[in-house]
DNA sequence: AGGGCAACCCGGACGC
DNA sequence: TGCGTCCGGGTTGCCC
């Protein structure tokens, strides 16, 4: 579950291995991964550099020498690795754009995807989305108006892109657990002090997320110790029945909107 | 507006 | 080992 944390560790590494490198080799083995024609895409794309690499929510925009973009989003159980061709996993490889001797390969794209688009393109594609948490524009009072008139559910407006952008099932329910507030709380319920905290929360637990690499089950290369450190760092999530780090209490697991959902039922209220 | 839900997609985990 | 089955889960769009 590629959110916020995966995909701006993924884009900090990333810059080191792949910035300003040229793309010399393509290969697509899932047409419906891209959307154009493989052919259009190769033309587009091979002996481009890539000039810089950004994340928005939970995109990763490769920006290329001649202007084009290309988008990622990795949706459920998506995952890259850098690296030469033996030292990639025994996954089926989507698609795989080189550098020279090493790789960089995307697996696990179902719903998942690598879009191709000009720059003004981009902005359209993404002019949904709402604000990056972690932008240093992002203020408390910023975040206080934006919440003003929300009535939804705590979890279901966490996750909503367009409120806010870059945070997904797992980082809702630790955001959720450490401003001590039930995951089924309801937005107009909230008082001043339970918004402010719940901004501390949203700016102290995805930072703290990216540095622990995430909650990815791959390297993103040979030797990368970083990536997908966090589960062993996770406050909640997919930890039923495991005791709870602020009190000792068990972690319950429910559903809100068929999503699991975990959460402690005695220190969140 | 917000909740609920189906559809999208298919590799991989799991069961026999 | 091998085959069939089913789950996962962000996003979109539709209904109520």
């Known amino acids: 579950m590629p959110e916020l944390p995966e995909m701006e560790n993924y884009k900090l590494l990333l810059q080191q291995k792949i910035g300003g490198q040229t793309i010399t080799d393509i290969s697509i083995n899932r047409e419906k991964s891209i959307n154009v024609y493989t052919e259009t895409f190769i033309r587009q794309v091979q002996n481009q550099k890539v000039v810089e690499i ?40 989507q698609i795989r754009l080189s550098f020279g001797s090493e790789n ?23 002019a949904d989305l709402g604000p990056e948490p972690l932008n240093v524009n992002f203020s408390l009072d910023h975040f206080l108006e934006l919440v003003e008139n929300k009535r939804g559910m705590l979890k279901n407006t966490l996750v909503d892109q367009e409120f806010l952008s870059g945070i997904g099932n797992c980082y809702s329910d630790e955001i959720a657990w450490h401003a001590h507030l039930l995951p089924d709380r309801t937005m107009d319920d909230l008082d001043k002090k339970e918004k402010v905290q719940l901004y501390e929360s949203i700016r102290f637990i995805l930072p703290r997320a ?12 040979k030797g990368d110790s970083k990536t997908g450190d966090y589960p062993s760092q996770a406050y909640v999530y997919d930890r039923e029945g495991e005791s709870c780090r602020r009190c000792g209490n068990k972690i319950s697991k429910g559903e809100i909107s ?12």
């Open 104 to 126: 960089l390969y995307f697996i696990g794209l179902r719903l998942g995807y690598l879009h191709l688009f000009t720059q003004e393109g981009v902005k359209e594609e993404l």
């Open 210 to 221: 990216t540095q622990f690499g995430g909650y990815m089950d791959q390297p993103l290369f």
């Open 54 to 93: 950004e994340r928005k929510a939970k995109h990763l925009l490769f920006y290329l020498e001649n202007g084009r973009v290309l988008v990622l989003h990795l949706m459920l159980g998506g995952l890259m690795f850098y690296g030469t061709e033996e030292e990639k996993p025994d996954r089926t490889i």
């Open 258 to 269: 068929s999503r699991k959902t975990f959460y402690c039922r005695e220190c969140q209220h």
